[in-house]
Antibody, heavy 121, light 105 residues
Framework: EVQLVQSAAEVKKPGESLKISCQGF????????IAWVRQMPGKGLEWIGV????????NYSPSFQGHVTFSVDQSISTAYLQWSSLRDADTAIYYC??????????????WGQGTLVTVSS | IQLTQSPSFLSASVGDRVTITCRAS??????FAWYQQKPGKAPRLLIY???TLQSGVPSRFSGSGAGTEFSLTISSLQPEDFATYYC?????????FGGGTKVEI
């Protein structure tokens, strides 16, 4: 079964760093783009960007560029989303999602369960 | 590319036919998808390519449109369809989402 399993919820203080993960199972991890999506409390979905595990090619939304970083570890089929300095406004659920067709960013048919990140002093 | 989704809220009854629309700020061919999200759950892909039903999605869901105007129709609303629906354009980065439509009883 194809699935994405995300890391557990985190509680952090403003200014702290954080790295959350998304591990793929049941498919060739390196061949499919992984997207990251934010959902702030009670709000809609926001596109953060994508990473291609095979060569770590990335594309960030201008709204998030410079504030978050994507990375992957192909050896453990895991993608990461990280912050070097969290803000209160980063409080949200973060989802990873897998593209449906190898090598293409076309549609996202498999989603992780989400990671809740709470940033509070 | 901005996506304007309407309505943002929809009140309906079981058995109703409902339609949600999404307008893109520029032409995007058929590079378009619809998702359903229930409270506390991840989004679920319903429709892609503007009108192709994702495997396992009931046939009461249908999508249409191309260019700048797209719609999602549920032909006969079922209790499990009460959720929030989002459109997404897959034409050019950033791959934006619409604001969402909450379908309530």
């Amino acid at each position: 079964e194809v699935q994405l399993v995300q890391s557990a919820a985190e509680v952090k203080k403003p200014g702290e760093s954080l790295k959350i993960s998304c591990q793929g199972f049941g498919y060739t991890f390196s061949s499919y783009w992984i997207a990251w999506v934010r959902q702030m409390p009670g709000k809609g979905l926001e596109w953060i960007g994508v990473i291609y595990p095979r060569d770590s090619d990335t594309n960030y939304s201008p709204s998030f560029q410079g504030h978050v970083t994507f990375s992957v570890d192909q050896s453990i089929s895991t993608a990461y989303l990280q912050w070097s300095s969290l803000r209160d406004a980063d409080t949200a659920i973060y989802y990873c999602a897998k593209a449906a067709v190898p090598g293409f960013v076309n549609r996202f048919e498999t989603w992780g369960q989400g990671t809740l990140v709470t940033v509070s002093s | 590319i901005q996506l304007t989704q309407s309505p943002s809220f929809l009140s309906a009854s079981v058995g109703d036919r409902v339609t949600i629309t999404c307008r893109a700020s520029q032409p995007i061919s058929d590079s378009f998808a619809w998702y359903q999200q229930k409270p506390g759950k991840a989004p679920r892909l319903l429709i892609y390519g503007g009108s192709t039903l994702q495997s396992g999605v009931p046939s009461r869901f249908s999508g249409s449109g191309a260019g700048t105007e797209f719609s999602l129709t549920i032909s006969s609303l079922q209790p499990e369809d009460f959720a929030t629906y989002y459109c997404q354009q897959l034409h050019s980065y950033p791959l934006t989402f619409g604001g969402g439509t909450k379908v309530e009883i």
